[in-house]
T-cell receptor, first 115, second 117 residues
Framework: LAKTTQPISMDSYEGQEVNITCSHNNIATNDYITWYQQFPSQGPRFIIQGYKTKVTNEVASLFIPADRKSSTLSLPRVSLSDTAVYYCLVGGRLSGSGNTGKLIFGQGTTLQVKP | GAGVSQSPSNKVTEKGKDVELRCDPISGHTALYWYRQSLGQGLEFLIYFQGNSAPDKSGLPSDRFSAERTGGSVSTLTIQRTQQEDSAVYLC???????????????FGPGTRLTVL
């Protein structure tokens, strides 16, 4: 499973756009890129998933360049409630035996949003 | 609808005792995962169920750890002869499962905080 590298921490202010970049140089052809958010004393929560180019939902956007060796999670106009740890994950296989879809978490990025 | 629930929310036990942690997945989800989150190790995979079978137990740290799932629903994680290093938050997640679990969204429960004295 591909290893990911992301900043340990980031600071931002309310109302700003936050971009968190994740490197995954060894991503495999069949790997998807998934981002989770975790608040203290809660389980991780799915934010967004993509394979290539750009994906947008009501919470965030995910930008994936053509080589797929990195991805950027973009949070528009963050608020204090967006303070959390954000995990970038790649892995799983699309088909075949032994495909479990288990998630391999790295250290994550602790985002601190200040007033 | 109801999300993934786990019980107990907190468990304090003495070293050497056995503990059972319960997970109730979202109704209709065939895939179920157990993870462990501790300060020193981050968030790590333990075991995966598809239905009642466990095709991937590769994350279980020792033979003191076991898990079962009955009726394709509730799962129990059992830790025998607990040690202090077992102290962590144990998280359960479920997903639809099926042919493409890699793209399934996993929904996590709130976790059980285990403290071994």
């Amino acid at each position: 499973l591909a290893k990911t590298t992301q900043p340990i921490s980031m600071d931002s202010y309310e109302g700003q756009e936050v971009n968190i970049t994740c490197s995954h140089n060894n991503i495999a052809t069949n790997d998807y890129i998934t981002w989770y958010q975790q608040f203290p004393s809660q389980g991780p929560r799915f934010i967004i998933q993509g394979y290539k180019t750009k994906v947008t939902n009501e919470v965030a956007s995910l930008f994936i360049p053509a080589d797929r060796k990195s991805s950027t999670l973009s949070l528009p106009r963050v608020s204090l409630s967006d303070t959390a740890v954000y995990y970038c994950l790649v892995g799983g296989r699309l088909s075949g035996s032994g495909n479990t879809g288990k998630l391999i978490f790295g250290q994550g990025t602790t985002l601190q949003v200040k007033p | 609808g109801a999300g993934v629930s786990q019980s107990p929310s907190n468990k304090v036990t003495e070293k050497g005792k056995d503990v059972e942690l319960r997970c109730d997945p979202i109704s209709g989800h065939t895939a179920l995962y157990w993870y462990r989150q501790s300060l020193g190790q981050g968030l790590e995979f333990l075991i995966y169920f598809q239905g009642n079978s466990a095709p991937d137990k590769s994350g279980l740290p020792s033979d003191r750890f076991s898990a079962e799932r009955t009726g394709g629903s509730v799962s129990t994680l059992t830790i025998q002869r607990t040690q202090q290093e077992d102290s962590a938050v144990y998280l359960c997640a479920s997903s639809l499962g099926g042919a493409r679990p890699a793209t399934d969204t996993q929904y996590f429960g709130p976790g059980t905080r285990l403290t071994v004295l």
